[in-house]
């Protein structure tokens, strides 16, 4: 199985800031590498798909980049609605797997 | 809307059975492969699960396979997850996504495995 490591595991920033959370891959994902946003009680909502696409709806602040095994989600301007549990999958091959998780919180 | 639904959750004995069920409204379900995902209490998510849009290809975890089923009836918009054999490592919240990028997920269902 590909093994993601995310890093890091939390996360303490400032409204404004700029934000990185990497995600890498034990072996070559080529770009198929999705971010998604959990909040409390809410269900996980896709964010970046296929490594850099914005996915429909979602501002403009969040981007992601990388391909074959390194992969980072930026944030830059982080807005209080941005405190969440963020988290990586790859859909590359079988099974897919996740990264453990970046809970984000405000300083 | 895409939405997904799900439900059957609950608190079982280990060796018990239990069947989840996710509805999907807002998109043509028949046109999607299915996908069940589950995150232990503290835990990380776990892929579990995949059937093809028309019921042809069913994957499985390893840590699932041969103790749960998962189908779909088109007619219904209704995916599903058929549990046998449950032990307390199945305590999970579970959820239902679609599509190979899993771009759309349910709210989750929890179920707990415990004497």
């Known amino acids: 199985d590909i093994q993601m490591t995310q890093s890091p595991s939390f996360l303490s920033a400032s409204v404004g800031d700029r934000v990185t959370i990497n995600c890498k891959a034990s072996?070559?994902?080529?770009?198929?590498l999705n971010w998604y946003q959990q909040k409390l009680g809410e269900a996980p909502k896709l964010l970046i798909y296929n490594a850099n696409s914005l996915q429909t709806g979602i501002p403009s602040r969040f981007s992601g980049s990388g391909s074959g095994t390194d992969f980072t989600l930026t944030i830059s301007s982080l807005q209080p609605e941005d405190v969440a549990t963020y988290f990586c999958?790859?859909?590359?091959?079988?099974?897919?797997?996740f990264g453990a998780g970046t809970k984000l919180e405000l300083k | 809307e895409v939405q997904l639904v799900e439900s059957g959750g609950g608190l079982v004995k280990p060796g018990s059975s239990l069947k989840l069920s996710c509805v999907a409204s807002?998109?043509?379900?028949?046109?999607?492969?299915m996908h069940w995902i589950r995150q232990a209490p503290k835990k990380g998510l776990e892929w579990i699960a995949l059937i093809y849009y028309d019921s042809s290809n069913k994957y499985y975890a390893d840590s699932v396979k041969g103790r749960f089923t998962i189908s779909r009836d088109n007619s219904k918009n209704t995916l599903y997850l058929e549990m046998n054999s449950l032990r307390s490592e199945d305590t999970a919240m579970y959820y239902c996504a679609r599509g190979r990028g899993l771009d759309y997920w349910g709210q989750g269902v929890m179920v707990t495995v415990s004497s």
């Open positions: 999958l790859q859909h590359n091959s079988w099974p897919n797997t």
């Open positions: 072996q070559n994902i080529n770009r198929y």
């Open positions: 807002g998109f043509t379900f028949s046109s999607y492969g």
